[in-house]
């Protein structure tokens, strides 16, 4: 099913008729405290399988005059939501998925700048900015503050190239113009910040909230980093991005974008601000407050009667989030293409559960050689991709669904041999610092620059040093249960034959 007609929803606003035309998306018309209880809500809904939410009565942002009293969750919550915002007419399956977005990645079509666009409508400069009139929930009660960077997109430049990047950073309010973020060096925009803090300039910074959803599915993934997701966007989109220039940094947003933040972040660690803990994708509230590199706002940008674009994190069983869905088929993506350029031969499948976002994955072969398992995991960990992900390396052969959890569980547990290098252990890589197994000291980004994260290959593939046995037909391993071919076709042919009393059959 390929993209028929090329989507035109070039803002948050079409994208969201579309799924809600599709009944992706219900509005929340009745009151919700932005303190604790829209986080919770979202959380619920998450549970119970429901839809994209626009919240449009938020407590205290519901007054005539209001700069801001809308905001938008949920968007890529789930496959049929990711398939419909990339084009497709329903839900397409997690490999068709995948190899979409495998092919999208690698496209480029660049943006156009414009002159001027909504997003300039409404500029707030200098003593009128006030972060808290726009409607930030405190997401979870255990967060730090109100976290105004959930899915907002962060473009940086470059210093020395004037390459442009865009990816999602988590920022909390600290005060009426102040957000603190988490700065993570080994991230895209952490590059661009070394180069500003070694020649001792202030780094430039905009902060997207609201536009079509292909922003945040790529600003959030690792696209190399000469990569401008900009260009990427407008492949997906099948049309140039319309940008303009910010206010008061020399940065491109989307001329329809609902709501820009710009500002400067010092590298004078005096103006650093406290930020944390926060509820995190991981599922846990795990890390401690730090005093972090801080945005100082020059601009708030808007559009008439905004919507401002949030996203309550945190994988849990059963009610996973937005990042996790977006993350089981981008993670999955760049998993194959990683695979690709290193030249690992015969992969046939991969598959990322959306609860763990990609920390886990799975990865189907067609075995070339006895170390095929080990080729796989080391060039997936050899990827910048791996930072936040791909802890476990689970490689499978052909014959086991790896989207199929007792497959993969069935290849473990009988294909596996502990004690042997079917498991192998990487200890002390480059990795996640939000990961609650690891100890603090070993997740310090200040002391470390990333966390330390150990990783484990499970080689659930039939092992090619056992010696074929005539009485296996020449095979390494032992025939399976499953009937011979001829009797299961005899079987089905008959089935009507068998008159089940009580059933019917099945199918
Ligand atoms: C909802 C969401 C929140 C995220 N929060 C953070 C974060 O706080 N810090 C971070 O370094 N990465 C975060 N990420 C992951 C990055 O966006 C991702 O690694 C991306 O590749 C960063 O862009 P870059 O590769 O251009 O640096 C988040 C992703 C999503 C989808």
């Known amino acids: 099913m390929p993209l028929s007609p090329p989507p035109t929803d070039m803002d948050l606003r079409r994208a969201m008729a579309m799924l809600a035309a599709h009944g992706e998306l219900a509005e929340v018309k009745g009151e919700v405290d932005w303190n604790r209880e829209l986080g919770t809500v979202a959380r619920e809904v998450l549970r119970r399988k429901g839809p994209a939410l626009l919240f449009s009565n938020i407590k205290d942002y519901g007054l005539p005059g209001a700069r801001c009293g809308q905001l938008a969750t949920g968007l890529l919550a789930g496959h049929r939501r990711i398939s419909l915002l990339l084009g497709f007419d329903d839900e397409i399956g997690n490999h068709e998925l995948v190899q979409h977005v495998l092919r999208m990645n690698a496209e480029r079509i660049p943006p156009v700048f414009i002159d001027d666009g909504p997003v300039h409508e409404n500029v707030v400069l200098g003593d009128d900015i006030d972060l808290r009139e726009l409607p930030v929930p405190q997401w979870h009660h255990l967060d730090g503050g109100r976290y105004i960077n959930t899915f907002g997109a962060v473009i940086t430049k470059d210093p020395d190239t004037g390459s442009v990047n865009a990816g999602v950073y988590r920022g909390m309010i600290s005060g009426p113009d102040k957000i603190p973020m988490l700065m993570v060096p080994s991230q895209h925009w952490g590059r661009h910040w070394a180069k500003y803090v070694q020649r001792g300039e202030p780094m430039p910074v905009a902060c997207v909230y609201g536009w079509h959803p292909v922003m945040d599915f790529l600003a959030g993934s690792p696209l190399p980093p000469d990569v401008c997701e900009y260009d990427v966007m407008g492949a997906y989109l099948g049309e140039p991005v319309p ?45 401690v407050p730090t005093r972090r590199p801080t945005i100082q706002v020059t601009a708030i940008t808007h559009r008439d009667s905004p919507v401002f674009r949030g996203t309550l994190e945190g994988s849990l069983p059963g009610a996973s989030g937005e990042n996790s869905y977006m993350s089981s088929v981008q993670r999955a993506a760049i998993a194959w293409q990683t695979l ?105 980004v200040d002391d470390l620059g990333a966390g330390l994260w150990n990783r484990m290959l499970i080689d659930a593939t039939k092992t090619w040093r056992f010696k074929p046995q005539p009485q296996w037909n020449g095979a390494r391993f032992p025939p399976t249960v499953a009937p011979a071919a001829e009797d299961l076709a005899k079987v089905r042919e008959r089935w009507a034959d068998y008159h089940f009393t009580g059933w019917d059959g099945g199918r």
Request: hydrophobic share 40%.
């Open 243 to 287: 940008l303009v220039r910010g206010r008061t940094v020399d940065l491109p947003v989307p001329a329809t974008a609902e709501i820009v933040v710009e500002g400067f972040i010092s590298p004078d660690p005096e103006s650093y601000e406290m930020e944390g803990p926060f509820g995190e994708f991981t599922g846990y509230v795990s890390d």
């Open 340 to 444: 690709k350029t290193a030249g690992v031969p015969g992969v046939r499948d991969i598959f990322v559960h959306p609860v763990n976002n990609g920390t886990t994955i799975v990865v189907q072969i067609s075995k070339v050689n006895e170390g095929h398992a080990k080729w796989v995991a080391s060039a997936l960990w050899a990827s910048g991709a791996a930072l936040y992900r791909y802890k476990y390396v689970i490689v499978v052969d052909e014959d086991i669904d790896p989207g199929d959890y007792s497959a993969t569980d069935w290849a473990i547990a009988y294909r596996v041999r502990p004690g042997t290098d079917d498991i192998v252990v990487f200890p002390g890589t480059f990795g996640s610092p939000i990961d609650p197994s690891t100890p603090l000291e070993e997740r310090s």
